[in-house]
């Protein structure tokens, strides 16, 4: 099996039992109809780093790992007619079927892997994700290339992830996670296995210079990188992510990028 197939295999195992307790969870904090990039709590309402959303009216567009799909709800609810939203989680697509029942907003969704998506070339005119799969895949520049491959020239992906810092601290929001303890540059994947030996999750680390190169090698131009400070306002610990350690150091990247039109033929 490739590493893609092994990771995206994990994943769903993986996601198919952590579903429920992540929406019993956060589903309050993500809100059925919300938007939020990242557990610092911005939320694409404030942030417009999808453009304004008036202009997204006609616009095509797929939420890559939407989980419950709230980001896509999000959007429906402002108008945006065509969204899909794509999860490798059936149970977290499940709980996308609950939402859309109980508001009335549906989105149409696909259970499939971010590392090879069941859409025609150019499909898209904006791909986006909130911490949507693409955190854990082993090949960056691999998973950015089938994200470009379906947005159409001139299209938009805007994507966020773990702060590739975050990497050498503890996953801990107390003061244990705030001591680096393994290096930034040691990009060995983080796995928990089974008994026999099967991994159950796994989690590569890009930096941010793997990253940036990931969006050059899809051909994609970088347009912005957001780091979201933790607001005083918000007192949630997920996770690793605390009012505490969001003070010292970020703990989301937001990269947006665009696909460059296409050249006219003899152009430069
Ligand atoms: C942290 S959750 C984020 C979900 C949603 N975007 C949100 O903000 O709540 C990560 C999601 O990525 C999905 N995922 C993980 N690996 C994936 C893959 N290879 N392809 C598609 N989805 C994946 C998981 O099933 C899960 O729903």
């Known amino acids: 099996m490739s590493t893609a ?3 995206a295999r994990a994943s769903r195992v993986w996601w198919e039992h952590a579903a429920d307790e992540y929406q019993a969870e956060h589903g309050g904090f993500l809100r059925d109809t919300g938007f939020v990039w990242g557990p610092e709590g911005l939320v694409e309402a404030d942030a417009g780093l999808l453009g304004p959303v008036d202009e997204l009216r006609g616009a095509r567009v797929l939420e890559l790992g939407c989980g419950a799909g709230q980001c896509s709800r999000w959007l429906r609810t402002h108008g945006v007619e065509h969204v899909v939203g794509v999860d490798v989680s059936h149970r977290q697509l499940q709980h996308a079927r609950r939402i859309d029942e109980q508001t009335g907003v549906e989105v149409a969704t696909a259970q499939t892997d971010v590392q090879s998506l069941p859409f025609a070339a150019g499909a898209f005119d904006l791909v986006c994700s ?4 693409l955190p854990f895949v082993p090949d960056a520049g ?3 290339t089938e994200a470009a491959r379906v947005l159409r020239p001139g299209g938009r992906l805007v994507f966020s992830v773990s702060h ?3 990497w050498c601290f503890p996953d801990e ?3 244990r996670g705030l001591t680096a303890e393994q ?7 983080y796995v928990e296995e089974d008994a026999a030996g099967r991994a159950l999750y ?3 680390h890009h930096t941010t210079g793997d990253w940036v190169r990931a969006i050059a090698s899809a051909d994609l131009v970088l347009r912005d990188l957001v780091e979201p400070e933790w607001p005083g306002s918000n007192q ?8 505490l350690r969001g003070r010292l150091f970020p703990g989301t990247a937001i990269f947006a990028a665009a696909k460059p039109e296409r050249r006219a033929a003899g152009g430069l």
Do not use: I, K, N
Not at 130 to 133: I, L, P, S
Not at 236 to 243: A, E
């Open 5 to 7: 197939l092994h990771v």
């Open 130 to 133: 909130a911490f949507g799969g």
């Open 142 to 144: 691999a998973a950015l």
């Open 164 to 166: 590739p810092m975050r």
């Open 173 to 175: 929001p107390g003061e």
């Open 183 to 189: 290096s930034y540059f040691d990009r060995r994947a």
């Open 202 to 204: 796994v989690e590569h």
């Open 236 to 243: 949630q610990t997920w996770g690793g992510w605390s009012p």
